[in-house]
Each structure stands twice: as C-alpha cells, then as structure tokens.
C-alpha cells in the first residue's frame, strides 16, 4: 500500500512524463484534455448513477443501465491512476518503469464488465423465462402522483446524452496518447446511447402493456455489456502477453514497427536484424539486434541507429540496440531485409 | 451479436413503436392482462384479507364482511371505480397464490414494504408509516405484479386518502 502511495505521488513528472519519456508539448497538451474530460465523465456518470439509483425501482432494464454506469465509472478511474502512476521514473524496484498501470488497469476493468455482463444476462433471461412481470406503479415527484415510468425515461435522456459527446472527443485523444485504457472508455461511451436507449424502450413497452419488454431489454444491455467486456479482456490479455505494438484500436499491427524495420533495412552496413517492439502502454520499448556486414562493432553506428530510430516518435525512447554475429535461426523476419 | 448499426436500428424500431403506441390512444400505463378495465366493465373488485388488527378484521358473523382500516380503504378504492368488493379471506400464503394465479385483484392484510412476497406479487408504494418496537414500519398493499395501471391507480387513490 505505502509502494502504491509512493507511485501515486509522482510530483512534478505528472502530466509531462510517462516513465523516463518526456512528453512533447502537444501531447502533454492532449494529457491534459483527457484528464479534464475523464473528470468530467466522472462528474457526469456519477450523477447520472444517482439519479437512476432513485428512480429505477424494480424494472430489470433499469437496473442492468444502472449496473453499466456503475461500471462506465471504472475505465476513468483506470486511466486517471494509470496516467498518474506511470509518470514514475524507473527506478531499482521497477526498472521497466510502471507502465504496465495501463494494463492492468485496462485488464481489470475488461474483467469488472465480463463478469457482470454474465450476470446480467443470467439474469435478465431467467426474468423471460419466469414471464415476471415486472410492476412499475407510480412514484411523488414534487407533490404530483405520477407513473414512475416517466422519470426514468427522463433520466435515461440525461444519461444518453453526455457519454455520446464525450467518447467523441476522447477517441482522438486515446490515439494520439496511445492509451488502450481511454480507447476502451471512449467506445464504451460511444455505444452507451444504445444502453440508454434500451432501458427507454424497455419502460415504455413495460407502459402500454408488454411485460416481456423491460426484460428483453435488459438482455439486449446484458449482451453488449459482455461484448465489451469480451473483446476488452482479449485486448487486455494480448497486450499483456507482449504482442507486437499494435494500434490502440487493435485493429493492426502500429505503423511504427514498419518504419522501424524499414529504416534498419535502408542501413547499407546492416546486413540482417531482428527487431522486437514491445508495448508498455504509453511508450514502446525496442530491442534491436543486428548483424554488421563487416562484422565489427562500431560504437558511433549503434548509437545512431538508437538516436535515429527515438527521433521517429516520442513513443519510441528505449531502445536497446544490439550488435550479435547472426540472427537467430527462424526467428529471422522474411523479406526485403534478407541475409 | 449484431452490429451496431443493425442494432442501432432495432431500437430504433423500437423507440418509434413505442411512440406510436403511446399515440393510438393506449394509455400509459396499461395493465397486461387488463385487470382495472375488467373490474370496471364487471363492477368487481376481488380483495383477498388475511387477518391483521387493526389493518384487517374477521367478519362479525360468518357470514359477514371483514373490518378494518385497509378493508374500508379498499371499499373506497372499489366505489370509485364504480365496483363493489368481493372479499376472500385467508391466510396470507393462500392469497399471494391466489393473486399470482389472477384469481384476485387487491389482497390487504398489514402487509409491509419488508414482505417476503415482493417478487411475487406487486406491492404499492407505503401509504402510512407507524412506528412498532422502535422501528419505523412502512405500509402497503399487494396487487397483481406487473397490472401497472391498477397499481397506479391504487397508489392514486392513496395519496389522495393520505391527504
């Protein structure tokens, strides 16, 4: 715990830094506004659970929504810690830095939305197959008897506005900052109109009569809660396994192990190498082993190669550049490099 | 799972019927199986009433009705809605079966907002609150679950009591 509170008080290095990486000024630009607007998402969901707390009595629709948006909570929170921690210089306890915050912040909260998308698809299916009727009566509001089922389509209008603007504004954000944590947040927040969207069709079809409505509604939350969480976990767990960089959205392999390897194949004096990027979360760290053609070390020629290959990105600071006789056999890549 | 925009579309489906339901003159809310409209249209209320003074009282006589706080308030509930009661007494379990199964509407006995029947039966927002050994006791009345315009309209009818 006292480690924990250690790594949180980075001090200064917070919101320039991650790790030994200083930051350029526009992206710590951009740091900034995904701190601001993370905040704001906390101020704005946590309301929104409130306030669905208040009014969503015993329509299970209502309640997988407000499950979700006590869930949407963790990824900000994730990003907020992981930012702050992974601002930390290395040091002997943690020579890699502590980037890795990122994942396993990205990891836990993929597991958090797992599990209760799980749940909440047990749950809302056993409600169907029960045919529970779900009662909804009326509820005061300021002195007026009204039916409860008219806050909690107001409600749900509040909390289907807010995520939408904000997971647009942060998806370019999560790029730019290579931050999976935030990229996962802002889908989350993209597709949370639909979530909010199902709990109005739930208790509106629940209104004119369709029992079956509120239930099937809450399947259709439970079900893209556990796609989420799904494909959050495969995304958390790769990353974790130490897969070649990929985009932030995963959809490939980051342009910049391409680059990388085809700046060492532009190098006449490099007569094969074998180039491993690993992602950190933030930041990439390179190893590089390469096979001179004239089969000498030259001091000045590697230092190049590092300085050459950090200047591409500020993603790319450490690098190990290593001299070896031949490239393993098989791990070679194929290709233009050639031996 | 669909994608999104197949689903996007569903609910949007979704959202447009609602509202045109909502537009055809149904109301909102509706009972699913259309109890308050039946205890108009047959000038019946059936009220089941499990022993509990002073909320509920046995009948005098045996072939009497029963008394009791809940009792009369649901009496006026019924003329209201221009029915008249019929009541049932039982133990509790008996009637819960009963409302379960649609053979009552209404079941008044000094149930609380504690009672173990709420996923059962749909039971009202309190419309009193006493205090028993020092606790605060919140009370209701059961309805068939889900028969939300006879709930709404039973809790109307309360806080208009309550007054």
Redesign the interface.
């Known amino acids: 715990m006292t480690s924990l509170a250690r790594a949180m008080s980075s001090g200064p290095r917070h919101g320039t830094h991650f790790g030994r990486t200083e930051l350029p000024e526009d992206v710590q630009e951009v740091l900034r506004r995904a701190r601001r607007l993370e905040w704001v998402s906390l101020a704005y969901l946590g309301t929104g659970v409130v306030l669905v707390g208040l009014v969503m009595g015993s329509s299970q629709a209502m309640q997988a929504a407000w499950i979700e948006d006590l869930l949407s909570l963790i990824p900000p929170i994730a990003f907020l810690v992981g930012a702050r921690v992974a601002a930390n210089e290395p040091d002997r306890a943690y020579p890699f830095g502590r980037h890795r915050s990122v994942a396993v912040g990205h990891l836990v909260a993929a597991v958090a939305l797992l599990t209760m998308g799980l749940f909440l698809v047990y749950d809302s299916a056993s409600g169907l197959i029960e045919r529970?009727?779900?009662?909804?009566?009326?509820?005061?509001l300021l002195g007026q008897?009204v039916?409860a089922?008219w806050p909690m389509v107001a409600v749900m209008v509040y909390t289907l506005v807010g995520p939408v603007i904000l997971g647009r504004m942060k998806l370019p954000l999560a790029d730019q900052l290579h931050d999976k944590v935030l990229h996962a947040d802002a889908q989350m927040n993209k597709?949370d109109w639909?979530t909010a969207?199902?709990a109005?069709?739930g208790v509106?079809?629940?209104?004119?009569?369709?029992?079956w409505a509120d239930a099937a509604a809450a399947l259709?939350i439970a079900?893209?809660i556990l796609?989420d969480g799904w494909s959050n976990v495969q995304h958390a767990v790769t990353g974790l396994m130490d897969r070649t960089a990929r985009t932030v959205d995963d959809a490939e392999e980051h342009p910049l192990v391409g680059r990388l390897e085809a700046y060492l194949d532009s190098r006449p004096w490099i007569r094969d190498h074998h180039t491993r990027v690993r992602d950190m979360g933030h930041v990439f760290h390179v190893e590089v082993r390469l096979v001179p053609r004239d089969g000498r070390a030259d001091l000045a020629r590697l230092t190049q190669v590092g300085d050459d290959l950090r200047a591409m990105d500020w993603k790319i600071d450490d690098v190990t550049v290593a001299p070896v006789h031949r490239v393993h056999e098989g791990e070679t890549r194929t290709g233009e490099g050639g031996r | 799972m669909a994608s999104p925009p197949a689903r996007a579309r569903v609910l949007a489906a979704g959202l447009l019927s609602a509202a045109l339901l909502g537009g055809c003159g149904v109301s909102i809310p509706t009972d699913p199986d259309g109890t308050l409209n039946r205890v108009r249209t047959s000038g019946e209320l059936r009220v089941g009433v499990s022993p509990h003074p002073p909320f509920t009282t046995l009948p005098a006589t045996p072939d009497g009705e029963p008394g009791g706080t809940e009792v009369e308030l649901v009496e006026q509930f019924a003329r209201a809605q221009g029915a008249e009661p019929e009541y049932v007494v039982e133990g509790e379990e008996e009637l819960v079966r009963l409302l379960e199964e649609g053979e009552l509407d209404v079941v008044v006995g000094g149930l609380t907002s504690k009672s173990p029947w709420s996923k059962k039966v749909g039971l009202t927002r309190p419309y009193l609150e006493t205090s028993e050994h020092g606790r605060t006791v919140k009370h209701v009345m059961a309805v068939v679950r889900g028969e939300n315009l006879l709930m709404s309209e039973l809790e109307r009818f309360l806080d208009e009591e309550a007054r």
Do not use: E, K, N
């Not at chain 1, 529970?132 to 005061?140: L, R, S």
């Not at chain 1, 509106?204 to 029992?211: M, S």
């Open positions: 529970d009727h779900p009662p909804i009566g009326t509820m005061q008897t039916w089922g597709a639909m969207g199902g109005i069709v509106l079809g629940i209104g004119v009569g369709l029992w259709f079900l893209s796609h």
